[in-house]
């Protein structure tokens, strides 16, 4: 490695170096460090003509000097694009504080018309402070003579490096000069500045080699010998002229050009471009490698270059296509498989873009399909097959419940949003919804449904959806395809009777004729579903939470039925049935069946509500006062009413109807349900005080006794309500009215 490391070090070294002879063989080529280049020679066979003899001293300099022809004249550099530069001394005129005079005030130079002075690299400068000088000579055929002037009366007027007239003054010299002569002289024998200048200095020298400073006034007189640029050319005939005249043509024959310097007489020799070397010897122009340095040539990469004589050329590798001959070609190539490699990097890309598009499409319809399926499979689980298969059975009915799609829903509801939450309960969550045709309704997210308790379920929501009923609030349909089912109900717009008795604000709002009102309303459509509805339908679950106000006081029953729908853990019931347990009929507790009476018990409670404007259950009340029907029958008792009326409503013109709701409350919280009256007797006994008729139940009690007593006895099991639906349709009754726990 370190071998071949140090020849390429070497090849290359030498490469750079000047590996062309430059001068004739057995003839010198330097002098020191100074080369000899032909047509410049020590000996008269190794120049080309007498003007360009140069000697080379080595006997009295070391390293030697190089010297024109035999005089004193010191050449430094000759270099073959027709410039040397000789070393010329400083012309001065001094005058010691004695008055004696010192000078070479003039000095001269005869270069032949072979060399003449360069007008643009030199300056022709004068230093001191009482100066002039002159330089003239010869230029062609002609004379010139040019000169300058620099005065100045005090050291401080001086600026270095400012050479305009004042302590230095520099002028240029006329092109073609080929003998100068200098003369420096003083106007008043520096009588005027001895005290800093007695000396003046001129020259003609290289224009970089001197810059002007204070000191110079003084420290020129050390200084012995300036540079001046000289440009040499051969003969004094023009290129064409020369080569017609073939013998003393200086230009080699191959690879080498004549043409005419700027200044001066004769001509001068260059190799063509491509070649270097010295181009007045024979084949001393030399093909240059431009593949072997970079900067030379232009071919992608070097292992590319062909030198050529003169020239180069660009191969590119096989792999670069065949036709990449030449620079450009090799160039078009390497463009050409760049683009190439660019165009297989974007496939590649595009490619795999394009496949996980494909695999994230496939992945949403995977889910879309499996969310289709888990849909259908609570479709099924929830019994939405059984519901169709009701529906068909019945389709002349136009209010049939409706099927709604779980996305119709989500969209309604903003993806149940729990902005959209309205309530809050036991039984699940209620959502406020907008379907797509703008109709406002509330949408009831139940509890799980029993799956045993499946088609009950279902004969439910179908028997729920065909009431119509002023006063109830309309399943409109239901959702099955949620694991939970969702229940659609009309929205009702005013919030539940609870809310507007336990708020005082609101509360003020209803007057008693409306608490009348209200009371008549739910308990007829209670009755209308005990008996009139094509089967009777138990609530189950009355309370002034489930009976909704629309904007005109209207009562609107909701919920029926509901409870059934609720599983009976134990752990759930005690969650379930709090918001419930101070409406729930104490018999339940001994025979855990809910019956019409059961109903009619939790509507007594709701009548105390709406006369006393006391929530079912305080739990902040004393013990006593905990449960409104314990208390109730208890002041009752002690006949002191009018201490747990609502002040809201206790007038004296209202006291009378609030008398008879009172009793109609107490005979509906009558510990056995069969002392309990039917809902139908409450409802007429409600609409009989409203109607401010006297016809009414309570009052009448003794004289119906006989009566109700033969209705009674004519049912075998002593409940009038539920032998009224015997024996109805498919959806059998037993669905309707079954125990809460009846399966278990
Ligand atoms: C004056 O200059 C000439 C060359 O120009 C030189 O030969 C001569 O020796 C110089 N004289 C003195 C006194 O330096
Ligand atoms: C001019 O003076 C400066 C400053 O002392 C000096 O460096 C310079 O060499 C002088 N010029 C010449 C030509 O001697």
């Known amino acids: 490695m370190l071998v071949m490391l140090i020849f390429i070090l070497v090849s290359v070294v030498s490469s750079y170096g000047n590996n062309f002879p430059i001068a004739l063989p057995n003839c010198d080529d330097t002098c020191g460090n100074i080369t000899i280049p032909f047509p410049f020679g020590t000996k008269q066979e190794c120049y080309i003509s007498k003007q360009f003899w140069v000697t080379c001293n080595h006997t009295a300099y070391d390293p030697p000097k190089l010297f024109w022809w035999d005089t004193h004249i010191e050449i430094t550099r000759i270099s073959l694009d027709g410039q040397m530069t000789l ?59 040019t000169g300058c002037t620099a005065m100045c009366s005090s050291e401080a007027e001086l600026t270095d490096g400012e050479c ?20 420096v002289s003083s106007f008043y024998n520096y009588t005027e500045v001895s005290e800093f200048n007695n000396c003046s200095y001129a020259f003609v020298a290289e224009e970089s080699a001197f810059k002007f400073s204070k000191d110079n006034l003084t420290n020129l007189a050390d200084v012995e010998k300036l540079p001046m640029l000289v440009d040499w050319a051969i003969g004094n005939t023009t290129c064409e002229e020369a080569k017609k005249n073939a013998t003393g043509y200086a230009c080699t024959i191959d690879n080498s050009e004549c043409y005419k310097p700027v200044n001066g007489y004769g001509y001068r020799c260059r190799c063509n471009s491509g070649f270097e070397g010295n181009p007045y010897l024979t084949h001393g122009c030399i093909d240059i490698n431009e593949c072997e340095n970079k900067t030379l040539n232009n071919c992608t ?46 496939g590649v890309a595009s490619g795999i873009i394009t496949l996980l598009l494909v695999v994230i499409l496939l992945y949403m319809e995977l889910k879309r399909r499996s969310q289709r399926k888990k849909k259908q499979r609570f479709f099924l689980q929830n019994g939405g097959q059984m519901l169709q298969e009701k529906l068909a059975r019945r389709e002349a009915s136009s209010d049939m419940v409706t099927i709604f799609s779980s996305s119709e829903l989500q969209k309604a509801t903003n993806n149940f949003h729990s902005n959209m939450i309205i309530g809050r309960g036991g039984f699940g969550t209620v959502y406020k919804g907008v379907l797509a045709d703008r109709r406002t309704v509330a949408i009831k997210r139940s509890i799980r449904v029993d799956p045993t308790q499946i088609e009950q379920f279902i004969n439910e929501v179908v028997v729920l959806s065909q009431i119509n009923h002023r006063n109830v609030v309309i399943l409109l349909g239901c959702c099955l395809e949620t694991d939970v089912p969702l229940l659609v109900y009309e929205f009702i717009s005013n919030g539940t009777l609870s809310s507007h008795l336990h708020n005082e604000a609101k509360a003020c709002a209803l007057d008693w004729s409306t608490r009348l009102k209200i009371a008549a309303e739910t308990a007829g459509v209670l009755s209308y579903l005990h008996s009139s509805a ?14 909704l106000l629309d904007h005109t006081f209207t009562a609107k029953v909701s919920d029926f039925g509901a409870s059934k729908l609720v599983p009976i853990d134990l752990e759930q019931l005690s ?12 018999e339940y ?22 006369v006393t404007g006391r929530r079912a259950l305080n739990f902040d009340k004393p013990i006593e006062e905990k449960s409104l029907a314990n208390y109730f029958l208890s002041v009752l008792k002690q006949d002191m009413l009018f201490e747990i009326l609502d002040e809201k409503i206790a007038r004296s013109e209202n006291m009378d109807q609030i008398s008879l709701v009172s009793k109609l409350a107490k005979d509906c919280l009558s510990v056995r349900g069969e002392d309990r009256p039917s809902m139908k007797e409450v409802a007429m006994e409600l609409e009989g005080l409203i109607l401010g008729g006297k016809h009414s139940w309570a009052r009448n009690n003794a004289d119906n006794a006989e009566e109700m007593e033969s209705l009674l006895s004519n049912n075998p099991d002593g409940m009038r309500g539920v032998s009224s639906s015997v024996g109805y349709d498919s959806i059998s009754r037993d669905h309707i009215v079954l125990p809460i726990n009846g399966g278990r």
């Open 589 to 610: 507790m001994q025979t855990n069946q809910l019956t019409e009476k059961s109903d009619v018990y939790s509507f007594g409670v709701v009548l105390l509500e709406l």
């Open 87 to 145: 070393l010329r001394s400083i012309a001065y005129d001094c005058y010691d504080r004695t008055g004696a005079r010192s000078s070479n005030f003039t000095s001269w130079i005869n270069l032949t018309k072979y060399f003449t002075v360069n007008n643009t690299g030199n300056k022709f400068t004068i230093v001191g402070c009482d100066a002039y000088a002159y330089v003239s000579g010869d230029r062609l055929n002609r004379n010139f003579k």
């Open 301 to 346: 990469k070097n292992e590319y270059c062909n030198n050529t004589q003169g020239s180069y050329t660009c191969s590119c590798p096989k792999h670069l296509d065949g036709d990449g001959r030449g620079e450009d070609g090799c160039k078009l190539a390497a463009k050409k498989q760049n683009m190439m490699i660019a165009f297989i990097f974007i």
């Open 164 to 183: 305009a007239g004042v302590g230095c003054c520099q002028t240029p010299i006329p092109r073609d000069a080929w003998r100068i002569q200098i003369e």
């Open 575 to 586: 969650t379930v049935v709090l918001g419930t347990l101070g409406y729930l009929d104490p």
């Open 534 to 547: 094509s089967i009777p339908i138990i609530h189950r679950d009355v309370k002034s939470d489930n009976i």
